[in-house]
């Protein structure tokens, strides 16, 4: 019989932390308005989404409260709280957004503590489980020291506020800089079939058991346009977002996903891709085009 875990990929434990996840998660960034600024259109439909998520067996919720911003985490407590056990909700701190929704860093101390207080007062907790750091630009590492913001989430870990710390937009010098502070559980970067800066990355952190979460799986806001990929996608009877998925499920054992939609259809659409096989020789075809 295949289990929930099988069909979403397998599971994975993040390293020192006994919070077991199933590698096909969900990214709530699509749950606010356009442009990840104000409210969705149909409130009742986000709060389906993220309901439907959970009975279809996800633990594992990426979220910021700088979506919308407040509005993606104020949908996931409407929807889900009190929160189900073993259910693992990831957050991000580092950036905040102007009144006309453009994205500014903010990565002082004081700015660090507020946004962790938001997180806190709108999804409805008293801790946050796993929060990464954003250092970065939308889709690079900025080189340079990230020691600074580092103490801060240090502190709000020692506080209890934050359970886990994780980073978020880094380079492997960053990743290494923060293990010698504490202990790192994830890495989220930027990273697809078709963009691979991060290749010895996820190998590394393979070895030592970190967690690699992928986001923008094909393209973001520039969509990956590959014939390879939907001759692939073809040839299997999927999509090509569902390949592309696949894909990075077989790519290493740490690699968690974290898709994001705001409908239904597309929700199981994406659960389904972690039941993809791509066999080996598909696989050599797809790694091609990361090489053009």
């Given at each position: ?24 998660g ?9 442009h ?6 149909d ?14 067996g ?12 407040h ?29 006309v ?9 004081e ?50 506020i ?66 390879e ?20 499920l ?37 790694d091609?085009?990361g090489?053009?």
């Open positions: 019989m295949t289990t929930t875990a099988t069909k979403l990929g397998g599971m994975f434990t993040f390293p020192g932390t006994g919070m077991t996840v199933n590698r096909m969900y990214g709530a960034m699509q749950l606010a308005g356009p990840v600024f104000g409210p969705p259109k409130r009742a439909a986000a709060v389906a989404v993220l309901q439907e998520a959970i009975e279809s996800v633990n594992h919720i990426d979220t910021s409260d700088f979506y919308g911003p509005v993606t985490n104020q949908i996931i407590k409407e929807a889900l709280h009190p929160y189900r056990e073993g259910l693992v909700i990831v957050t991000k701190l580092g950036a905040k957004r102007d009144d929704g453009n994205w500014i860093m903010a990565r002082s101390r700015d660090l503590i507020e946004q962790a207080q938001g997180n806190l007062k709108n999804l409805g907790v008293e801790t946050l489980d796993v929060v990464n750091l954003r250092v970065g630009a939308l889709q690079t590492a900025e080189a340079g020291s990230i020691a600074e913001p580092m103490k801060t989430m240090i502190e709000l870990k020692e506080q209890g934050i359970q886990h710390i994780g980073l978020s937009t880094v380079n492997l010098e960053q990743v290494r800089e923060a293990q010698t502070m504490t202990e790192i559980v994830c890495v989220q970067n930027f990273y697809n079939v078709a963009n691979r800066a991060d290749d010895a990355m996820i190998e590394e952190l393979e070895k030592e058991g970190i967690a690699y979460v992928p986001y923008f799986p094909l393209g973001g806001f520039s969509p990956l346009q590959s014939s990929l939907n001759d692939v996608a073809t040839e299997l009877g999927a999509t090509p977002m569902q390949v592309a998925q696949a894909w990075l077989q790519r290493a054992k740490n690699v968690l996903l974290i898709p994001g939609t705001s409908s239904v259809g597309h929700l199981r659409e994406n659960l389904a891709a972690a039941e993809v096989v791509l066999p080996e020789e598909m696989v050599v075809r797809l091609g085009i090489k053009a």
